[in-house]
């Protein structure tokens, strides 16, 4: 059974920072594609970041700069290390495995930029 559990979650003020991770069982971790993924209130699902199964890194505009993704093959995880969060940040986090035409999903986790 595939599971993907992502935390850290919460809430943070604007300019302030949080990591999420996503543990990940079931798959052979290295192999796939991990990324991350967010959904606003009343927004489509966006691309956050990923990172293959080599490391190469993408990043969606919005967070370039802020934001890092990486991952520890050892323990099954991927981070998303947030930085300089702003309000427009807030979302619920998913957490993604891909390797070709197969696709995983967390349930999410919930981050609130707000004052």
């Known amino acids: 059974q595939v599971q993907l559990v992502e935390s850290g979650g919460g809430l943070v003020q604007p300019g302030g920072s949080l990591r999420l991770s996503c543990a990940a069982s079931?798959?052979?971790?290295?192999?796939?594609?991990m990324g991350w993924y967010r959904q606003a209130p009343g927004k489509q699902r966006e691309l956050v970041a990923t990172?293959?199964?080599?490391?190469?890194?993408n990043y969606a505009d919005s967070v370039k700069g802020r934001f890092t993704i990486s991952r520890d093959n050892a323990k099954n995880t991927v981070y998303l290390q947030m930085n300089t969060l702003k309000a427009e940040d807030t979302a619920v986090y998913y957490c993604?495995?891909?390797?070709?035409?197969?696709?995983?999903w967390g349930q999410g986790t919930l981050v609130t930029v707000s004052s």
């Open positions: 993604n495995a891909r390797d070709n035409a197969i696709n995983y």
């Open positions: 079931g798959i052979i971790f290295s192999s796939y594609r």
């Open positions: 990172i293959s199964s080599g490391g190469t890194t």
